[in-house]
T-cell receptor
Framework: DQQVKQNSPSLSVQEGRISILNCDYTNSMFDYFLWYKKYPAEGPTFLISISSIKDKNEDGRFTVFLNKSAKHLSLHIVPSQPGDSAVYFC???????????FGKGITLSVRP | NAGVTQTPKFQVLKTGQSMTLQCAQDMNHEYMSWYRQDPGMGLRLIHYSVGAGITDQGEVPNGYNVSRSTTEDFPLRLLSAAPSQTSVYFCASYDNQETQYFGPGTRLLVL
């Protein structure tokens, strides 16, 4: 049973528009959530995180929103740029230093 | 500062062969992990370590062994390779902060 779900396998947006990547989780013990970005033939790189005591965290063009009651988080990228085209993984853990459970990833394509 | 390094980058094995995937980090991180990435499956945790001499199983540990004799190194051993172990393997390390630093990956093909 997958505890972290990214139900949309891909997303295509126009450059300059907003990209919204969604993630759902089933384990109510998760209290720390992260987004990773991965380019082909490279390892994932950390993008942004949020703990369950917050409902929003912002870093430049990237904002993560957490809705604990719905067990849902989303990553907003505004404005989207062609260099944002990559696979984005949502991950969750029980505590900031605990092992991560990843979703399947979503492939974002930003069209020039 | 090289971060997390993995060797080899690519390997072809025959069924039943054994091999060790190497992972090293120079950031003095206590925590290290091994993941495999398969199409449509995302990243799945194989084994992890919370410090030298301490290891534990992740989500998909069968067919793999690990050891952590030093803080820097965390090798992953395939005892008897199977085609189901064809995958891309990522090693990661992290400290008390929020992030995991991943290596560039090892692509393994088992025939």
């Amino acid at each position: 049973d997958q505890q972290v779900k990214q139900n949309s396998p891909s997303l295509s947006v126009q450059e300059g528009r907003i990209s919204i990547l969604n993630c759902d989780y089933t384990n109510s013990m998760f209290d720390y959530f992260l987004w990773y970005k991965k380019y082909p033939a490279e390892g994932p790189t950390f993008l942004i995180s949020i703990s369950s005591i917050k409902d929003k965290n912002e870093d430049g063009r990237f904002t993560v929103f957490l809705n604990k009651s719905a067990k849902h988080l989303s990553l907003h990228i505004v404005p989207s740029q062609p260099g944002d085209s990559a696979v984005y993984f949502c991950a969750a853990s029980k505590g900031a230093n605990s092992k991560l459970t990843f979703g399947k990833g979503i492939t974002l394509s930003v069209r020039p | 500062n090289a971060g997390v390094t993995q060797t080899p980058k690519f390997q072809v094995l025959k069924t039943g062969q054994s091999m060790t995937l190497q992972c090293a980090q120079d950031m003095n991180h206590e925590y290290m992990s091994w993941y495999r990435q398969d199409p449509g499956m995302g990243l799945r945790l194989i084994h992890y370590s919370v410090g030298a001499g301490i290891t534990d199983q992740g989500e998909v540990p069968n067919g793999y062994n690990v050891s952590r004799s030093t803080t820097e190194d965390f090798p992953l051993r395939l005892l008897s390779a199977a085609p189901s172990q064809t995958s891309v393997y990522f090693c990661a390390s992290y400290d008390n902060q929020e992030t995991q630093y991943f290596g560039p990956g090892t692509r393994l093909l088992v025939l």
